[in-house]
């Protein structure tokens, strides 16, 4: 199964990834978890040591050189746009509680008219990821798509996109949903996240239609002092895990 | 002066953007405002009339095939890349309660090997309105600084670093700083904002030292509701147009 995750910046897309991350590998699947965010850090929610530490693959320039045959930074020149990367999951991935992580690094926004060898590597890597692997595959995304081509997008199982009870996140998740079906990508489904209560609960549902719902995670206040006091954000509530839970089986209702 | 605003999504970037644009409009300055992250709302956040039907700049494809005597999407061409840009604010703004406003729209990143028309376009106009300008400029970032080049950096009289009581915002906000540093921009200085507690508050105050720190605006429950009964954000709370006001007398300590 290949999960891809988005919604506006702080609605929690990080914490949805880990909690479903660590439900799938209890389970027993092999999962491989994605950072493509780079401003989220899935290393230190899902608990990996030393997480600040993770070198970004944008950044190792001598693997994006060794296998685009080019040095990123270098405009003009021509580059090889199908690198080899079947090897990189394996060699350049952390693996931590049965989770296999690859952190991505900043993406130049792909599309027209701008391409470089960086961007080169990482679209052929998630193309990989997501076509040509069995693990499940969840990718914590920023707040788009651009990460997703036409040819990956056919790929993604399910784009999960985060709300939390505001209209910013709401109009995100909107113009999430258009960018998707503008490539092809048509399950899209929605996750409710830091409600308080039953009216925001309701704001969110009535916001919107039109797409699958698979569940609500609560604000809980021990998540934030969790975070604060440097402690492991996912043992943190055991309400958010039940919840988690539940969103897992909307997910898969046979598993 | 300049005021470039950054953090990680959702911290509330565009709330204090608009609350400083208020604060200057309402002490008579010309204040332009700019809306430079694609994730953010700030023509509805500062009360513009049907905010959702504003055309980006980054997708009016005749201006920029205009200026730049490219298509945008025409990879692998030659565009100007210095298109005229200085009547742009005049004739593609908003402007409302004395605030004019200039939606940039999607950004592609730029930096090595990334060129298109679009972002040459939006590139220099930002220099312009950076550099050529006497009004006030407030731009609204995404979590980056992607659009400040060393060029336009050094115009910047403030980098506002957005933080809430998280520790990833408290990490973005570093990565930002080093990335401005980098570019030669070195007058940063943090707001906190959504604090709920003296503790939280402290938890910033300890973890972004070595900036310059211009206060905090408090979590208001009063906003949220404000914003999801669709009711004006900037007149919900006046303890976070108080606590703006002394962040505009942080900044401007002459005023």
Redesign the interface.
């Known amino acids: 199964m290949k999960i891809a995750i988005s919604g506006?910046?702080?609605?929690g897309k990080?914490l949805l990834a880990s909690l479903l991350a660590n439900t799938f590998a209890e389970l027993g699947y092999s999962v491989i978890a994605i950072d493509a965010d780079?401003?989220?850090?899935l290393a230190?929610t899902l608990g990996f040591p030393d997480s600040?530490k993770v070198t970004p693959i944008s950044e190792m320039k001598e693997l994006i050189e060794e296998r685009t045959e080019t040095r990123?930074?270098?405009?003009?020149l021509y580059f090889k746009i199908n690198p080899r990367v079947d090897d990189i999951p394996e060699k350049y991935s952390l693996k931590h509680n049965g989770i296999r992580l690859l952190v991505m690094g900043?993406?130049?926004?792909g599309?027209?008219?701008?391409?470089?060898?960086?961007?080169a590597l990482l679209a052929a890597l998630l193309a990989h990821l997501l076509i040509a692997r069995d693990e499940v595959v969840i990718l914590d995304m920023?707040?788009?798509i651009e990460h997703l081509g036409r040819g990956t997008a056919k790929a993604v199982d399910k784009l999960i996109v985060v709300v939390?009870?505001?209209?910013?996140s709401i109009?995100?998740a909107y113009?999430i949903a258009k960018l998707a079906k503008d490539i092809g990508l048509e399950n899209i489904a929605i996750v409710g996240n830091k409600v308080h209560s039953q009216?925001?609960r309701e704001?969110i549902t009535s916001s919107v239609t039109g797409f699958e719902f698979l569940g609500f995670m609560s604000y809980d206040q021990a998540i934030?002092e969790a975070?604060?006091a440097?402690l492991p954000i996912l043992d943190a509530s055991q309400q958010i895990i039940a919840e988690a839970r539940d969103i897992f089986r909307a997910l898969l209702p046979s598993a």
Do not use: H, M, W
Request: aromatic share 4%; glycine share 14%.
């Open positions: 506006k910046g702080g609605v990080t780079p401003d989220a850090n230190a600040e990123p930074g270098q405009a003009g900043a993406i130049k926004k599309g027209a008219g701008c391409y470089c060898p960086e961007n920023a707040a788009g939390e009870p505001s209209r910013a109009e995100t113009r009216s925001e704001f934030v975070d604060l440097n």
